[in-house]
């Protein structure tokens, strides 16, 4: 697999459904997380590579420990085209690992955007940065002394999706998709051809045609 894909160019091309449909075809059928998980602003698509987060629940903070120890080194060191992807086990955890601050940083380190199944705060700031994030819901509480990332890098399942560093996601406003890396080029080349025979459906259909000539020319659907 090649080290660098040209995210925003694909980002513009592709979209979840038909990454979707492709890895149910390459027998990956449950890499799309669940539909709670949603984007601060439908009008954003994200797509990069995971660099992972997995938070536990905690119960209370000693004195001389820095709870985000582990959150801040993923995310100074995060990367062009990278995305984090924090682990909470849903939004019943009740954290918000994801706000204004860390946005900010990752912004700064050439990161495109974050996908968490915990909550996000800071809205109104995250939205104005134009920052792709995609959340399990949104609520005001500091994930200090409730919950706190114990490893990154590291395989997680968000919110029900099996990600692996390394692996690519893309998210719009239909949802979440995760890529296995192991397959993504393959992935993206298929996804390309099928936009194509959907546009080329579209524009048939527009013109008249039945949907199952179309279908049994492309099929596609």
């Known amino acids: 697999m090649p080290a660098l894909f040209d995210?925003?160019?694909l980002a513009a091309q592709l979209y979840t459904a038909v990454l979707s449909d492709v890895l149910d075809s390459l027998g990956y059928p449950n890499q799309a997380?669940?539909?709670?998980?949603?984007?601060?602003?439908?009008?954003l698509t994200l797509f990069g590579r995971a660099r992972t987060g997995l938070y536990m629940p905690t119960y209370s903070v000693s004195p001389d420990e820095n709870?985000?120890?582990v959150e801040i080194a993923l995310i100074d060191d995060l990367k062009p085209g990278d995305v984090p992807v924090?682990?909470?086990?849903?939004?019943?955890?009740?954290i918000a690992p994801w706000g204004e601050l860390l946005t900010t940083a990752s912004r700064m380190r050439g990161a495109v955007g974050c996908v968490t199944d915990g909550l996000v705060r800071d809205v109104r700031h995250i939205r104005t940065a134009g920052f792709p994030v995609f959340h399990?819901?949104?609520?005001p509480l500091d994930s200090k002394g409730r919950?706190?990332?114990?490893?990154?890098?590291?395989?997680?399942?968000?919110a029900g999706a099996a990600v692996a560093?390394?692996?690519?996601?893309?998210?719009?406003?239909?949802?979440?998709i995760a890529i296995p890396a192991a397959v993504a080029e393959k992935a993206i080349e298929i996804a390309l051809d099928k936009v194509e025979s959907e546009n080329r459906t579209r524009d048939e259909l527009l013109q008249g045609a039945l949907l199952k000539d179309v279908y049994d020319k492309y099929g596609v659907l």
């Open 33 to 43: 997380m669940a539909p709670f998980v949603r984007p601060l602003d439908e009008g």
């Open 165 to 176: 560093p390394g692996d690519l996601i893309f998210g719009d406003v239909d949802g979440v």
């Open 86 to 94: 924090l682990a909470c086990d849903g939004p019943t955890t009740r």
């Open 147 to 158: 919950g706190k990332m114990m490893n990154m890098d590291v395989p997680v399942r968000c």
């Open 7 to 9: 995210f925003e160019k």
């Open 136 to 139: 399990g819901g949104i609520g």
């Open 67 to 69: 709870p985000y120890e």
